[in-house]
């Protein structure tokens, strides 16, 4: 005997005032959060919006010896000299309706709140971005934003250029020459960390010598091809992915020596009511960034970015 249905769910239609709507109760966000250089770099205070400190190097150590009832002779020392660089403002503003904000939605309890956390990370993002790739200006001309000197305008003493596009997979002594560079120059290999882009550390796990290894999980029969330590002829280096340094290099920081000087720490303000139709905020801040040595950091340059 036929069998008679009353249900058919292939010729179910949305808006057809049967079905109910099926939506994850969720937003799904794919944008980069990761900040390793913002989040993990000291912060202290800045005065003025040209941030200035003193640098200073020893002398090089040298042969010593004196003859007994010598008389004493005076060298003039050098004094310091002084660094500065400018601070930047950093801006994330957000406008929402007063209509848009009474009504109800997917995935928040609130329109402003969560679009309040998008500029958020907007704001840490951009602020990493300057950190690695700011130019330096003094904001001095009409209409010209003060910009900082990232990481990658204040290293100039440790290049390793070729001035043609090489492998890092197939250059290895050029990364350890630089590291003894600046271990020369007096840095400690026990602070370092190297900041590269995803291919180039696919290209670490190339390397061939005896600084890097495979390893086989057993239990889940995986070879493991990861690294998160360089460990090189100069010691252990922690190898740290950054989407905002340049990707045809290697950059290579004695951490402490960096710093974040905070002129104005982020905040977040809102627009006074009553003037418009709307609910809108400002995430504002202004900072800079402090280089205590670059001769203690350096960059292998010019390397396949694999575009």
Avoid at 19 to 45: H, Y
Avoid at 75 to 86: F, I, K, S, V
Avoid at 257 to 270: D, K, Q
């Amino acid at each position: 005997m036929a069998m008679s249905t009353t249900y058919d769910y292939g010729g179910a239609v949305a808006g057809s005032g049967v079905w109910k709507e099926d939506v994850m109760d969720d937003i799904i966000n794919v944008s980069p959060k990761e900040t390793p250089l913002w989040s993990t770099l000291a912060k202290v205070p800045c005065r003025q919006i040209l941030h200035t400190w003193p640098h200073e190097s020893d002398a090089a150590a040298a042969d010593n010896a004196q003859v007994e009832g010598v008389t004493y002779t005076y060298t003039t020392d050098t004094a310091p000299t002084l660094l500065t660089n400018w601070t930047q403002i950093i801006m994330a503003t957000l406008q929402v309706s007063k209509s848009s904000q009474a009504g109800e939605y997917y995935g928040m309890s609130s329109l402003y709140n969560h679009r309040l956390a998008i500029k958020q990370r907007k704001a840490a993002n951009d602020t990493e971005y300057a950190l690695w790739n700011g130019t330096g200006n003094s904001g001095s001309g009409s209409g010209t934003a003060r910009r900082m000197k990232g990481v990658v305008t204040w290293i100039t003493t440790n290049l390793a250029t070729s001035g043609s596009d090489r492998y890092l997979s197939a250059n290895q002594a050029v990364l350890d020459s630089l590291l003894s560079d600046i271990w020369t120059n007096g840095a400690s290999p026990m602070t370092w960390k190297l900041y590269c882009g995803g291919f180039q550390k696919i290209q670490l796990t190339q390397f061939t010598a005896q600084s890097l290894s495979k390893n086989i999980d057993a239990g889940k029969y995986k070879i493991v091809n990861n690294v998160e330590v360089y460990d090189g002829p100069m010691g252990m280096i922690e190898v740290v992915m950054c989407r905002y340094c340049p990707t045809d290099e290697l950059t290579l920081l004695d951490q402490p020596r960096w710093r974040c000087a905070i002129y104005r720490p982020f905040e977040h303000t809102r627009a006074p009511a009553g003037i418009g139709s709307y609910e809108a905020g400002v995430i504002e801040g202004e900072l800079t960034l402090e280089c205590l040595a670059q001769e203690l950091s350096g960059v292998v340059e010019d390397l396949e970015d694999g575009t």
